[in-house]
């Protein structure tokens, strides 16, 4: 079954655009993990523009309330964030390949470029206890390489998919992601996805990848939880990675 790990960095941006701590994101992520969500996610970025180191540690403090649930903290492994992630010790860590000034990911590491610049980050991670995902393309060249980064997992960037998804090329991308899918696995990593998936498009991606042990989702659970309200949201979504074998 897929765990599905909801991604609170909406709810932080909400929070930081009026300088109160309303809405609360522990609050959030409590009425999340009640509902049967496996964990959340946050991605503190060096603006700090939603999700924030200090989320970070009342966040790891707080979700050992909840010992089944964990804690995913998504970054670029700035030496800031290393210390941050050393000093916390969240269940996951997932390194993102994004400059500063980033909109949001939109692409995943560049191996073999970036294995060198990766093997000592993954490596510090893992001494400190924490299991490390890297984000990649749908490419399974790249996926056979992420081994030798020394990662646990691979969480697969989903944004083609997603944009693909109503289109003429939506079964060649799907193909795409599957292979890349297979060869990880072979490879003996564990299999993520992430970005833009939603509640269209995300139990057919389920369907087709199995062996996806957890997707991050935020924005689009956000937006939905607009029109359907949070916790129906959170039901929906838990249909689908339910009904995943």
């Known amino acids: 079954m897929t765990v599905l790990s909801v991604n609170l960095n909406k709810i932080a941006l909400l929070r930081n655009s009026r300088g109160h701590d309303y809405p609360n994101v522990l609050h959030m992520a409590e009425r999340s993990l009640k509902l049967g969500a496996g964990g959340v996610t946050v991605h503190p970025r060096p603006d700090a523009r939603h999700a924030t180191y200090e989320d970070v540690r009342r966040l790891r403090t707080w979700i050992k309330t909840f010992p089944d649930c964990e804690l995913n903290v998504e970054g670029y492994p700035s030496e800031s964030f290393l210390d941050l992630i050393e000093e916390t010790a969240p269940h996951q860590c997932t390194l993102v390949p994004d400059a500063d000034n980033q909109l949001t990911s939109d692409h995943g590491w560049d191996l073999p470029k970036e294995i060198e610049l990766l093997k000592p980050m993954v490596s510090k991670i893992k001494e400190a206890g924490v299991r490390v995902s890297i984000f990649i393309d749908a490419n399974p ?74 997707v991050s989702i935020g924005h689009a659970l956000t937006v939905e939880a607009l029109d359907l309200g949070w916790d129906e949201t959170i039901r929906r979504y838990l249909e689908i990675t339910n009904a995943s074998k």
């Open 141 to 214: 060249k790249i996926a056979s390489l992420a081994k030798e980064t020394g990662t646990d997992r691979v969480e697969l960037y989903t944004g083609p998919y997603a944009e693909d998804f109503s289109t003429a090329k939506a079964e060649v991308t799907m193909a795409s992601y599957q292979k890349t899918a297979q060869t990880a696995f072979e490879a003996g990593l564990g299999i993520n996805a992430g970005h833009d998936l939603d509640l269209n498009n995300l139990a057919p991606l389920l369907k087709r990848i199995p062996k996806i042990e957890e």
